[in-house]
């Protein structure tokens, strides 16, 4: 049986990965961020489950070595703002290995905190010990969004200006590694998705637009490393617009990931909210 280790983040997406390599006859052993990973259910699925530190790969490393282990992938959602708070490092303190490669980011600041960059650092450490890094999706590719409306209601025209105003200013913000969500209202720009990640952008277009009538949309990077940071929408996003009066969400085709899909156009139906997905 082939091994394969999964780092999760925060959301179910890890899950369904994880229930899809063990279908496939893989050998999960899987490391859930502390904070993050939903740990009862991957401790299901998993034939071995290991709270990690957002903070400590290190021990990651170790371990798939141990094991004769040379594949990885890595999931879900980071709370990287968690490290740019007070004493931020110290309650997250890495060990030394990811002290050593990432000090350049945090410490002498030589180099930038993009998640690209912080990405490929991180691949950088794992290939120093023969350690492939993977693409999630190419064991679930059947939870990219394919194009078309996927709801029963459907964007006006002007809807559509907005959104290709939308999908415009959202590829310039993944040009500069910032962020993948901008939330429009009439053709206005309400808020941009940064470090704080889109729900809540979501929710603060919500706070400044009470009015509700809110469009989202979420592109990938122009130059998208599906292997990491893959946009992703599942319902505690939906149910989150949903509060503040969302109506159109807008993702691109075939590098978005919609998890639990079903009960996402169930529930957008029901809330009238229109979901497209768009070349």
């Not at 490929?120 to 693409?135: D, V």
Request: net charge positive; aromatic share 10%.
């Amino acid at each position: 049986m082939r091994k394969i280790c999964l780092v999760a983040g925060w959301g179910r997406y890890p899950v369904y990965v994880a229930q899809a390599l063990t279908k496939q006859g893989y050998e999960v052993h899987c490391f859930g961020v502390v904070n993050h990973a939903f740990a009862a259910e991957l401790r299901a699925v998993c034939r071995a489950y290991y709270p990690v530190g957002m903070c400590r790969p290190g021990k990651i490393v170790r371990y798939m070595r141990r094991h004769g282990i040379t594949d990885f992938i890595t999931l879900g959602k980071y709370y990287k703002w968690k490290l740019f708070q007070n004493f931020g490092l110290i309650y997250n303190f890495p060990d030394l290995l990811t002290l050593r490669m990432f000090a350049g980011h945090f410490l002498t600041r030589k180099q930038d905190c993009k998640d690209d960059s912080l990405m490929t650092t991180l691949e950088k450490m794992f290939a120093r010990f023969g350690l492939r890094l993977g693409c999630p999706t190419d064991f679930v590719p059947e939870l990219l969004a394919g194009e078309g409306v996927l709801t029963k209601a459907t964007p006006s025209e002007s809807d559509w200006e907005t959104i290709r105003y939308g999908q415009s200013v959202a590829r310039e913000l993944g040009r500069f590694d910032v962020g993948q969500s901008v939330v429009l209202a009439q053709g206005t720009v309400v808020a941009l998705e940064a470090l704080e990640g889109t729900d809540a952008c979501i929710e603060r277009a919500g706070k400044l637009c009470t009015a509700g009538n809110l469009i989202l949309v979420k592109m990938a990077k122009p130059n998208q490393d599906m292997r990491f940071d893959v946009p992703t929408i599942g319902m505690t996003t939906l149910e989150h617009f949903a509060q503040v009066g969302g109506r159109v969400i807008a993702v691109e085709a075939e590098r978005t990931i919609l998890v639990d899909q079903p009960e996402m156009i169930a529930f957008a139906n029901q809330r009238r909210i229109a979901i497209v997905v768009i070349k």
